[in-house]
């Protein structure tokens, strides 16, 4: 495995780039910091070599912008209410860094944290985060670990794993942002989506808290059961999408959760290549990067709203306050234990 210097960050801390490469040629590019997919490149139907994911070329960018490109999330992903939750009798306070909610834990998120490597080969590598009681606001020492393995078949696969010493919340994803035309390309809005999701979760307003409701998509703009480009229904006249300035939205997925099942299915005509997306998790947060904002991305690269799209497996956001939803209360002593994948061809 190839290891190289990515950059320093203001503060003196030098953060490295591991390469992880497959028999096909397609690469994995992983930063220490934030256990970020930095990028991922494979061929399109004519040869030539695309870069699929959005990002950054010196890891000071990734502590300087708020896109969250390519990093791993937690303690817990999404939105937490007011930053509010009770566990064990006792009331928890987060940081508010969303409107009046807390967002992928705070500003001082795994993200922009350097991990540690514990394991690497040739195909994989194992990045490992420890977390003290009380960090973020959240209950117990929380050992987390993150194994990214890129396999002869072009799958990405992301496996986590955790362990606390008391009762805590864990919720952990991925934040990569997808362009299947190539990550400078512009506008991902022709770029077709499948969902493996019945039903979503509508929220209140703009602050994208859900109401509890688990909501059918059936007539609906929300309903991508059958690929449809990922633009055509984005400026519908549809409550939900006015309050999200298009799709941001978690869907519930079809299916047990705790088994792995396909969760997405996404397709490019321009280069050919198709990404089919699996999980075992209870939903994912479909993200249309209707908020990136104009500014410089890898290679001069200028990236802009809708440029890429977020699949974030997870936890329904603000799980722990509902009833209604599957909870991500991980006990004392246990393991936390998920996959998520990723897999490319091309037609």
Known sequence: MEKKKFGVLNDGTEISLYTLKNADGMTARVADLGATLVSLELKD??????????????????????????????RSANRIDKGRFVLGGRMYQLAVNDNENNLHSGPDGYDIRRWEVVQQDGSSITFALDSPDGDQGFPGDFHVEIQYTLTDEDELILHYTGISGADTVANLTNHSYFNLAGHESGPILDQTLMLAADAYTPVIDSQAIPTGEIAPVKGTPMDFTAAKPIGRDIGADFEQLRFGQGYDHNFALRGEAGTKRKMAEAFCEKTGIRMEAFTDCPG??????????????????VYGPRQGFCLESQYYPNSVNQEGFASPLLKAGEKYDTTTSYKFSVK
Do not use: W
């Open 45 to 74: 139907a004519d040869g030539v070599v695309r870069d699929v994911v959005l990002g950054y070329d010196t890891p000071q960018e990734y502590v300087d912008n708020t896109c969250y490109f390519g990093a791993v999330i937690g």
């Open 284 to 301: 994912v947060q479909f993200y249309a990067g209707n908020f990136i904002t104009e500014h410089k991305g890898k290679g001069g690269a």
